[in-house]
Structures are given as structure tokens and as C-alpha cells.
């Protein structure tokens, strides 16, 4: 199974910026798309960027040219560069990875969430 640390979260003003980060460890044959979602108080979670394998990312309208996703495949990990922050953007960001398990299955897991508070 995949474990998922993220980090990078916390308060910044509008306007500024914050990373994040989100680091896959355990037992994997493969990981294939990365991404990152986020749910505010009382509403859904939604997608907010994801990566593919091979590169491809898509982001959801609301951040699209102030945020930007990667990934590094030596260490697992996925970053979200957060630029242009609004107040809008206040949720919890949680790492979604998707990945074929050494059994063939094809999984995914969630990382724990990291609450980033954008004040205006």
C-alpha cells in the first residue's frame, strides 16, 4: 500500500504564496496520476490539479495561471505551487495518488490533508 505525507500548508496573506508538498512511500508497482483536491467549510471537495503520468496536468478553472502542479518520479512526490493566493482558496488540500499495487489492483490513496488559511 501507498502511505502519503503532505506538507507545505498554513496562513498567508492574499496575494502571497505557499507549496505544497506530498511525498508516496510503501509498496507499489506503479504510480500513475497525481493530484490535488480541496474542500472548504461546507462544501465539497473538489479537484483542483492533477498530473498524469506522463505529465499532462489540468486544473480546475479558478486556479488556472496561479497555480501549478509537478511531480518528481525519483522521489514520489507531487508539489502545488500556490501563487496569487485569495481568500477563496481557505480549505483543507488534500493529495490524491493513484497507483497499480504489486498485486496488479489498481488503487489510490489520500493523503491527511493540510488546511492552508489565505486571509484578505
Known amino acids: 500500500q501507498v502511505q502519503l505525507v503532505e506538507s507545505g500548508g498554513g496562513l498567508v496573506q492574499a496575494g502571497g504564496s505557499l507549496r505544497l508538498s506530498c511525498a508516496a512511500s510503501?509498496?507499489?508497482?506503479?504510480?500513475?496520476?497525481m493530484g490535488w483536491y480541496r474542500q472548504a467549510p461546507g462544501q465539497q471537495r473538489e479537484l483542483v490539479a492533477v498530473i498524469t503520468g506522463g505529465g499532462s496536468t489540468n486544473y480546475v478553472d479558478s486556479v488556472k495561471g496561479r497555480f501549478t502542479i509537478s511531480r518528481d518520479n525519483a522521489k514520489n512526490t507531487v508539489y502545488l505551487q500556490m501563487n496569487s493566493l485569495k481568500p477563496t482558496d481557505t480549505a483543507v488540500y488534500y493529495c490524491n495518488v493513484a497507483y497499480v499495487a504489486r498485486t496488479l489492483r489498481a488503487l489510490d490513496a489520500w493523503g491527511q490533508g493540510t488546511l492552508v488559511t489565505v486571509s484578505s
Open positions: 510503501g509498496s507499489f508497482a506503479i504510480i500513475n496520476a
